[in-house]
C-alpha cells in the first residue's frame, strides 16, 4: 500500500542552524502539507501546497519556514534559523485532490529537537 | 475560529472493555468531522469519518456519529482489544473555506490491558 515517507526520523540541532524536513508523499497525489505538534500540544497546521505554491499557511508560517517541491517526488519544509521553540514532530500529509473533501495521509512524522 | 476539544487522557482499560471518548467541535457552517488514530512510531491514520449532520462512520469496529445539535463526534467501539492501543485524535475540515487546513483536538491515548 503507498504511504507518505519522512526523513530523517529525528533530528537534532543547535539553535540558529538551518534545517531541512523531506517528505516523499504519495506517488499520485496533488495536494501536500506539514503539520507539527510540540510535545504534549495539538497537532498544528502550517501550510499547504498545491500546483507548486503555497495555498493556505497558518499564522505559524512565518519568513522563517519555506516548502518546496525540489523533484516531481521529494517536499521539503526548510526552517532557516531553528529556535528552541521549534522543536516538535512534523508531520508531512499528502491527498490525491483537493483537501476538502480528499482524505489526507500522513507520514510518520520527524521529531526535531533544537538545542 | 475553529476547534476541537477531546476528552483528556490518557485513557486506561481491560480487554473488552467499552470505549468512549469525546469529541466537541466548534465551526462555522458544517465541516466533515475525522478520527484519525496513532499507532506507536506511526503516521496518522484515518480511522473513520463523516460529512454531514447524522453521519454515521464506521471502521474496524469503532463508530463515531456527526451530532450537529450537541457538535459532537463521540467515538465508540463496543470491545476493544489490546491492539487498538493508540493515540486517538478527532478533527475537523471547514469545507465551506479553501478547506487545506485539519484542525485537531489535543489526542487521547488510549491503553488497552489484557
Request: glycine share 8%; hydrophobic share 30%; proline share 5%.
Amino acid at each position: 500500500e503507498p504511504e507518505v515517507t519522512q526523513t530523517p526520523s529525528h533530528q537534532v540541532t543547535q539553535m540558529g542552524q538551518e534545517v531541512i524536513l523531506r517528505c516523499v508523499p504519495i506517488s499520485n497525489h496533488l495536494y501536500f502539507y506539514w503539520y507539527r505538534q510540540i510535545l504534549g500540544q495539538k497537532v498544528e497546521f502550517l501550510v499547504s501546497f498545491y500546483n507548486n505554491e503555497i495555498s493556505e499557511k497558518s499564522e505559524i508560517f512565518d519568513d522563517q519556514f519555506s516548502v518546496e517541491r525540489p523533484d516531481g517526488s521529494n517536499f521539503t519544509l526548510k526552517i532557516r534559523s531553528t529556535k528552541l521553540e521549534d522543536s516538535a514532530m512534523y508531520f508531512c500529509a499528502s491527498s490525491v485532490g483537493a483537501p476538502s473533501y480528499n482524505e489526507q495521509f500522513f507520514g510518520p512524522g520527524t521529531r526535531l529537537t533544537v538545542l | 475560529g475553529n476547534s476541537v476539544t477531546q476528552m483528556e487522557g490518557p485513557v486506561t482499560l481491560s480487554e473488552e472493555a467499552f470505549l468512549t471518548i469525546n469529541c466537541t467541535y466548534t465551526a462555522t457552517g458544517y465541516p466533515s468531522l475525522f478520527w484519525y488514530v496513532q499507532y506507536p512510531g506511526e503516521g496518522l491514520q484515518l480511522l473513520l469519518k463523516a460529512t454531514k449532520a447524522d453521519d454515521k462512520g464506521s471502521n474496524k469496529g469503532f463508530e463515531a456519529t456527526y451530532r450537529k445539535e450537541t457538535t459532537s463526534f463521540h467515538l465508540e467501539k463496543g470491545s476493544v482489544q489490546v491492539s487498538d492501543s493508540a493515540v486517538y485524535f478527532c478533527a475537523l475540515n471547514p469545507k465551506e473555506t479553501s478547506g487545506s487546513r485539519l484542525t485537531f483536538g489535543e489526542g487521547t491515548q488510549l491503553t488497552v490491558n489484557p
